[in-house]
């Protein structure tokens, strides 16, 4: 093998990992929250609003609420409440909460509401 070829499998293999990045965590973190750490409500709406749009299915919210730590609650007539716990200290948490008004098995509407509690 000639050094030529060397020093530009070395360079392409340098120039590759150098190149690897991954911002995704950061970038979403910055949309949702503000510079104190408190969720922005307008913008989690509308991303809780674009993931789970009118015809979603009522799974697909429960099991996203479970992948995230969080619990659904049993449905009340035509509505469903999951709770997210995305903080937590000693004896505090912050939390966000996700309600669903259902027809049969379809999310209808979809409404979110963050808060904390502690002691």
């Given at each position: 093998?000639?050094?030529?070829?060397?020093?530009?499998?070395i360079?392409t293999?340098?120039?590759?990992?150098?190149c690897?990045?991954?911002?995704r965590?950061?970038?979403?973190y910055?949309?949702?929250?503000?510079?104190?750490?408190?969720e922005?409500?307008?913008?989690?709406?509308?991303?809780?609003?674009?993931?789970?749009?009118?015809g979603t299915t009522?799974?697909?919210?429960?099991?996203?609420?479970?992948q995230?730590?969080?619990?659904?609650?049993?449905?009340?007539?035509?509505?469903?409440?999951?709770?997210?716990?995305?903080?937590?200290?000693?004896?505090?948490?912050?939390?966000i909460?996700?309600?669903a008004?259902?027809?049969?098995?379809e999310?209808?509407?979809?409404?979110?509401?963050?808060?904390?509690?502690?002691?």
């Amino acid at each position: 093998m000639s050094l030529y070829f060397k020093l530009l499998s070395i360079l392409t293999v340098l120039s590759l990992t150098a190149c690897s990045f991954d911002h995704r965590k950061k970038v979403a973190y910055s949309l949702l929250y503000d510079q104190n750490g408190f969720e922005i409500d307008e913008v989690y709406a509308a991303a809780i609003a674009a993931r789970f749009p009118k015809g979603t299915t009522v799974n697909e919210l429960i099991e996203f609420t479970k992948q995230s730590e969080g619990k659904c609650f049993p449905k009340h007539g035509n509505q469903l409440t999951c709770e997210i716990p995305v903080q937590g200290h000693i004896c505090a948490v912050r939390m966000i909460q996700i309600k669903a008004t259902l027809s049969r098995e379809e999310i209808q509407s979809i409404t979110y509401f963050s808060g904390g509690f502690g002691c």
